[in-house]
């Protein structure tokens, strides 16, 4: 029996879970890694930051990756602990990026930074995909 009572229960506790990777994972998706997976295979060319020398390019396809692929698999708890670690780091790259501007410019990637590293911290809980695949073992 839980002290705290039903509103409490672990049931609630996955639940919760799985609307903030819904949340997060999709809002992502959709916002940010749609339009970038959409600009990478048209005609403009690239222009974007380049925080590791790395290029414009390739820091665009790596942000295209971590807020396309990496934020659908967040969504469905799939492998969800390593497709956080690419999404986490871009919203690290995104923050100090506009530590400068005002606060407005870095609340986004910083509400995302802090939503990923909780479910990093947390996991996905049990209504995931990976919960599901770990007990057909």
Known sequence: MNPDGPLFSEKNRD???LILRLG???FMFYGHGLGKVIRLFGDDPIQFADPFGLGPTASF???AFAESLCAILVALGLMTRWALI???ITMTVAYTRHMGDDFGQMEKALFYLIGFVALFLTGPGRYS???WRSTKR
């Open 15 to 17: 639940l919760g879970l």
């Open 129 to 131: 995909l990976d919960y």
């Open 61 to 63: 396809v790596l942000a």
């Open 24 to 26: 997060l994972g999709l």
């Open 86 to 88: 690419p999404l986490i």
